[in-house]
């Protein structure tokens, strides 16, 4: 007997549920798809979109797994942030950020030191030993969007940094191993914050991961902080989980001059992971993981 995920009957090498396999299926998930868009404003996406995606989203980690490399200390974000540019520029791609929002943002790229939470401006102060940045890579591909975002430790960091870097990433782990289609949105937040508050660090509420793939941001929103939100994860939904994780506080205070850059309120570290995922037919797909790094 055959099953969706074997190869089809036509030798096409395709997956049967991918090619010759009852339209019902297709119908049921155009029907779902009218829905999410008529109750929630989410655009499901069709096998064609998704393909982009990921190409945009592999597109994207790579870029980024570059840029992180580069990251040492006495080498300045804005060096970074221009290094990132010529990598977008070499595949044809748009860096989503720039020149995104009011005011624009002006830059390439995100890179948020020590203390800043999220939208770090990149600048010529060079990185000394000590420092932990928040890289933050995001593009425009054909039309598609990919987003993600990693940590860098710069020399010797001390024990707190360590720790709340160690923190962030593992409440994006623990985060992505329960989506599969039925999970509510609110119980994403619900692992993270659990985790962190258990190791005596704090979950940002002022920021949120979001739904991306035909546009940079679109439904839904994914709190990384405890919510009520009741939206079923189902196929063909994509969006990012990005939980910002504070050594202190949870609260951030924005930046009045350049008002992008936002700071823990009480000067304590913050770190923060990005991934970009897929809700597929019985889990997910990590869209913003490269094969080097699985």
Same mark, same amino acid.
């Given at each position: 007997m055959i ?8 030798n096409?090498?395709k997956?049967?549920?991918r090619?010759h396999?009852?339209?019902k299926?297709s119908n049921?998930q155009a029907a779902?798809k009218e ?5 929630y404003?989410i655009?499901?996406?069709?096998p064609e979109e ?6 945009a989203a592999?597109a994207?980690?790579r870029?980024l797994k570059?840029?992180? /490399?580069?990251a040492?200390e $006495?080498v300045?974000?804005? !060096? +970074?942030?221009a ?5 977008h ?5 748009r860096?989503a950020?720039?020149g995104y929002g009011d005011p624009?943002?002006p830059?390439?790229i995100?890179t948020?030191?020590n203390e800043v939470?999220c939208?770090?401006?990149p600048?010529?102060i060079p990185?000394k030993?000590?420092d932990i940045l928040n ?5 425009e591909?054909n ?10 430790m710069?020399g010797e960091v001390?024990?707190e940094k ?5 923190v ?8 992505? /191993?329960?989506?599969k289609? $039925?999970?509510?949105?609110y !119980? +994403?937040a619900?692992?993270?914050e ?6 005596k660090?704090?979950v940002v ?14 439904a ?8 009520k939100?009741?939206i079923?994860l ?7 989980i990005?939980?910002?994780?504070n050594?202190?506080v949870r609260?951030g205070k924005i930046?009045?001059?350049n008002?992008?850059e936002?700071?823990t309120?009480?000067?304590?570290p ?10 597929t037919?019985?889990?997910r797909?990590i ?8």
């Open positions: 099953h969706r995920n074997d190869p089809c009957w036509c096409s090498g997956k049967w549920k090619c396999y009852p339209q299926a049921e779902l829905e999410y868009w008529r109750k404003q655009r499901l996406k069709t998704i393909e982009g995606i990921r190409k592999k994207t980690a870029i570059e840029t992180c /490399a580069i040492k $006495g300045t974000t804005n !060096e +970074i942030d290094f990132a540019h010529k990598l520029r070499e595949i044809h791609a860096p950020p720039l624009p943002f830059k390439c995100c948020s030191l939470i939208h770090g401006i600048n010529d990185l030993n000590g890289i933050d890579t995001s593009l591909l039309g598609f969007f990919g987003d993600c975002s990693s940590m860098v710069i001390s024990d360590k720790h709340v870097v160690a962030s990433k593992e409440c994006l782990k623990r985060s992505i /191993a329960l989506l289609p $039925g999970i509510f949105v !119980e +994403i619900e692992v993270i659990d985790y962190a508050k258990a190791q660090c704090s509420n002022q920021f949120v991961g979001h739904g991306i793939g035909l546009q940079f941001h679109e839904p929103s994914i709190p990384h902080h405890y919510n939100i009741k079923p189902v196929q063909g939904m994509t969006f990012t990005e939980p910002m994780i050594a202190g609260e930046n009045s001059k008002h992008w936002a700071r309120l009480d000067g304590k913050s770190a923060q992971f990005e991934h970009q995922l897929l809700i037919e019985d889990g797909e869209l913003t993981l490269i094969e080097e790094d699985s």
